[in-house]
């Protein structure tokens, strides 16, 4: 059996222009972190004594005989792309929900790449299973969006990202201090607003929109680099808070239902409470609500906002990882 964990991603800035609508023109940075809580891939083979050949346990368990027949599309094609011909078991458990906008399903293809690979015998590194996972989900599958949350999900840790078109993905790990981290840790809330759906169609609009976006798009790539000053110069913690929220209202501009009544009714809310900014992860008027507050507000604003589940969570530096491999059988 191989087990991996992956981890699911904050993103904080530039979130638009890692979709090469944009950046293959612009170029595009985005700021992210990896957190801990993570989605586990498990495989392993199993005999010929059964009637099928693969058996895939997630939300629903499917039993085929072929790759191809399977109806959940990311096992389907990272299976026929690196043409497994193992009898194989696969089963799927997170720590949270999908489409919540932490870039689960990159999480999810990542993982399921890295346990295939190891399957294998390969070698792979990170960049080879964030390339692979954008294969598989933008191209195979043929989902929208862009191109950070396989890189995060493959990399780990707290990072900027630069997308070119001519140099392709750079991975910064940023030198950010212990303290400064914890201190950045002691600012922010995670509350689930208890939404799971695809925000697919809202992604495609934006992108259509790229180029009535590009002014909007520039400035907040910008902000992924004045953030960066922020955290590493030592500047006031609070100025990350007030970029969020500068960059929450750009990001609304972007498309039609990034946002909601309900979304911004929260957001609000927390402000009243004495919140300096956040953002909504994802799109599509679901998922996970940031909000950046000084740690003295933080009770305030768990009353306002009473009604959200509050999710804990720290950084992570590590990204995917197998954290099980038993010795091959006979």
């Not at 059996?1 to 981890?7: D, E, G, K, L, S």
């Not at 609009?205 to 400035?219: D, F, I, V």
Request: proline share 2%; with cysteine.
């Amino acid at each position: 059996m191989i087990i991996a964990r992956t981890p699911f991603r904050i993103s904080f800035l530039g979130g638009g222009t890692d979709y090469p609508e944009f950046y293959r023109e612009h170029g595009g940075s985005v700021l992210l972190t990896t957190i801990n809580q993570y989605c586990y891939l498990s495989i392993h083979r199993i005999s010929q004594f059964f009637k099928y050949r693969f058996r895939a346990s997630y939300a629903k368990t499917e039993l085929v005989q072929n790759p191809s027949e399977f109806v959940h599309p990311l096992i389907r094609e990272c299976l026929l792309y690196l043409d497994i011909q193992d009898n194989l078991e696969i089963a799927h458990v997170s720590d949270l929900p999908a489409r919540t906008g932490l870039g689960t399903s990159s999480s999810f293809t990542v993982g399921l790449l890295h346990a295939l690979h190891t399957l294998r015998g390969d070698r792979v590194t990170e960049e080879d299973l964030a390339r692979e996972a954008i294969v598989i989900e933008r191209e195979r599958v043929g989902d929208a969006g862009g191109h950070q949350d396989q890189y995060a999900a493959a990399y780990g840790g707290f990072v900027r990202i630069d997308f070119s078109g001519s140099h392709g993905v750079t991975v910064h790990h940023l030198g950010i201090s212990a303290s400064r981290i914890k201190e950045l840790e002691s600012h922010l809330m995670l509350f689930y607003t208890g939404r799971e759906q695809s925000a697919d169609g809202v992604v495609r609009e934006q992108q259509r929109r790229t180029k009535h976006n590009t002014k909007a798009l520039l400035q907040m790539a910008h902000m992924v680099h004045t953030a960066q000053d922020i955290l590493v110069g030592g500047r006031d913690i609070d100025d990350f808070g007030r970029l969020l929220d500068e960059s929450w209202q750009l990001k609304k501009s972007l498309s039609r239902g990034i946002s909601n009544g309900a979304i911004d009714q929260a957001y609000a809310a927390a402000r009243a409470a004495g919140a300096l900014g956040g953002k909504l992860l994802g799109g599509g008027g679901r998922g996970f609500l940031l909000v950046f507050a000084k740690p003295e507000h933080a009770g305030s604003i768990r009353a306002k906002l009473a009604k959200l589940r509050e999710v804990g969570f720290a950084f992570d530096s590590r990204g995917s990882e197998i954290v099980f491999l038993a010795p091959a059988q006979g």
